[in-house]
């Protein structure tokens, strides 16, 4: 039935007839959704809500975490994806990762998309990092609602205790087996994806696991068919691709930037505010909804898309 309708979306988005039709071989090729930046933002909203709700932040430990989770879940859930909490404890609290496996594809050949979903505790943590996580929850559902039906298997992680250095992600990890572990083939990792003042940064292969550079690619063909520039950026440890980088597996991800400061240059290339950071809210209690670019949130999340059809099929 999925394939059906793969190959369906495949010949309206080819505007093939049906005397061309896709032979089925290239129903997997067929090009990504067009992710609608509004059902992101409504996710944005809930994790706001979530946190007003909580004390003001979803960090680690704080109500507000295990709240994201179990709202991530639900959604997953109801999609059909095979959701797991993996818990673990950190600094006296306990901490949750979500796992979420879209079912079918070949299980010996995994690709994960990743993104952590607590908050640092002075604030709601929507730019840091509500977008990645409610990018990916979106992509996850518009896998469901198109009926993609990729050879790879797809297995998605909403990742606690980033926060407090990288703890949910390392968990995981060495949770696998050696065996599981090998059968993951790429990871993308989800970080700040909506800054206010937003770069437009794919993680830089250099220095990371072999086939982490087609994934570099990957990313960045996906900005250059929006007609977006990039530049390449050096996230060394700073988020949960590293965790899977030190088992060997090959990473990418994309970032519009923190506490950095744009320059000159950039922002003739990308505008906003030269002198100014991507996010000045970084950390800070003002992430907010209000701290989001709604038009970094939504190239990123159909680079996301484009990406993890590209990767997957
Ligand atoms: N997760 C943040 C941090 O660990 O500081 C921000 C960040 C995300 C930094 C991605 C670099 C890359
Ligand atoms: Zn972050």
């Not at 990916?136 to 993609?148: H, P, S, Y």
Request: charged share 15%; aromatic share 8%; with cysteine.
């Amino acid at each position: 039935m999925r394939i059906l309708i793969a190959l369906a979306a495949a010949l309206m988005a080819t505007g093939a007839t049906t005397a061309q039709a896709a032979a089925p071989a290239e129903a997997g090729a067929l090009a990504a959704p067009d992710i609608n930046v509004a059902n992101v933002q409504a996710h944005l909203t809930q994790f706001q809500s979530i946190s007003d709700a909580n004390g003001g932040n979803r960090a680690h430990g704080r109500p507000g975490y295990l709240a994201s989770v179990n709202w991530v879940k639900s959604k997953l859930d109801a999609a059909g994806f095979v959701t797991r909490v993996q818990s673990f404890s950190y600094g006296g609290a306990t901490g949750y990762n979500l796992i979420a496996d879209y079912p079918g594809g070949d299980e010996n050949n995994v690709v994960m998309l990743g993104g952590h979903l607590d908050s640092v505790t002075a604030g709601p943590g929507i730019n840091d990092n509500g977008t990645g996580s409610a990018s990916i929850l979106e992509v996850a559902l518009q896998m469901r609602a198109t009926g993609f039906a990729p050879t790879k298997h797809v297995r998605f992680g909403w990742w606690g205790a980033e926060e407090r250095g990288l703890i949910g992600s390392t968990h995981y990890v060495n949770s696998l087996t050696t065996t599981d572990r090998s059968k993951i083939k790429a990871y993308l990792n989800f970080d700040m994806t909506g800054s206010p003042n937003p770069g437009y940064f794919v993680y830089s292969a250099s220095g990371q696991p072999s086939g982490s550079l087609a994934l570099q690619q990957r990313l960045q063909a996906g900005f250059t068919s929006l007609n977006v520039q990039t530049e390449l950026t050096s996230v060394g440890g700073r988020s949960d691709h590293a965790a899977f980088a030190r088992a060997a597996i090959p990473v990418g991800g994309t970032f519009t930037g923190a506490e950095g400061i744009k320059t000159a240059a950039q922002a003739q290339k990308w505008g906003g505010t030269a002198g100014q950071a991507y996010d000045r809210c970084y950390h800070r209690s003002c992430d907010t909804l209000s701290n989001v670019s709604a038009t970094a949130l939504d190239r990123n999340a159909d680079v996301i898309a484009h990406a993890l059809w590209a990767t997957a099929a």
